[in-house]
């Protein structure tokens, strides 16, 4: 076990300065890491898939398998079945192309019942319980703050709300005082997407960090026999 758990450090060790190299520039051993990565992630995913979602909630109850019973009404399951075998016509090659067609179907059912659904929950999230958090009593003074510093939250939150609003009503000019308005929208939207990317890099910095401290921590100090620096 010993020296299984070794040459799992050297792998991932030796992938990961893979990775790094692209830092200086694209390379044969960036390539090898990154197909390899695609090619295992390919793998992991469909045995997840048919583990988790093909073999118990649509092999299983159709065919009655393991400790399912069969049912009539696990019939109904013959349509998702018809319509992944139609979307596997795709594969076919294109000179067949009176057969490949048939898997436009499964795929336009797909994207319009997952448009329908990501729309409610986008609606749901991203609109409506949006509103209702703009729509705070003015005498909130929240968890940890005094009520002038909660009622000048509310106050920015309102008036951002509102510019941002503005500056993207395009059926009057942005001149004059609707111009100002529009105009501090902006300032308060690129705030907003200022932060939202500030935590998308602090997110892969921290991935970095990780990275770094296993190179450090559980390969480097432990292979050469270094004494750690604290």
Not at 28 to 40: D, R, S
Not at 77 to 102: E, F, G, H, T, Y
Not at 215 to 228: A, E
């Amino acid at each position: 076990m010993e020296i299984m758990h070794t040459i799992g450090i050297w792998t991932a060790a030796l992938l990961t300065l893979c990775i790094f190299s692209f830092l200086y520039r694209d390379n044969p051993f960036y390539k090898f890491a990154e197909h390899l990565f695609v090619g295992v992630s390919a793998g992991y995913w469909f045995c997840l898939y048919y583990h988790q979602t093909i073999h118990p909630k649509l092999l299983a109850p159709l065919f009655g398998l393991g400790d399912e019973i069969w049912h009539t009404s696990n019939l109904v399951l013959i349509i998702p079945l018809v319509l992944s075998i139609m979307m596997l016509m795709r594969l076919i090659p294109k000179q067949w192309k009176d057969v490949a067609w048939v898997s436009r179907w499964p795929i336009a059912f797909m994207v319009g019942t997952g448009s329908g659904i990501f729309f409610m929950g986008y609606l749901r999230t991203n609109v409506i319980e949006q509103i209702q958090s703009t729509l705070i009593p003015l005498t909130y003074q929240g968890e940890t703050y005094g009520p002038w510093a909660g009622l000048l939250g509310i106050i920015i939150l309102i008036f951002g709300t509102f510019t941002g609003l503005v500056y993207f009503f395009f059926s009057k000019a942005h001149t004059g005082y609707f111009g100002i308005l529009a105009k501090t929208g902006i300032y308060f939207l690129m705030v907003s997407f200022g932060a939202s990317f500030g935590y998308t890099v602090m997110a892969r910095i921290s991935l970095l960090i990780g990275r770094m401290q296993f190179l450090l921590f559980d390969w480097i100090y432990p292979t050469f026999n270094l004494s750690l620096p604290f």
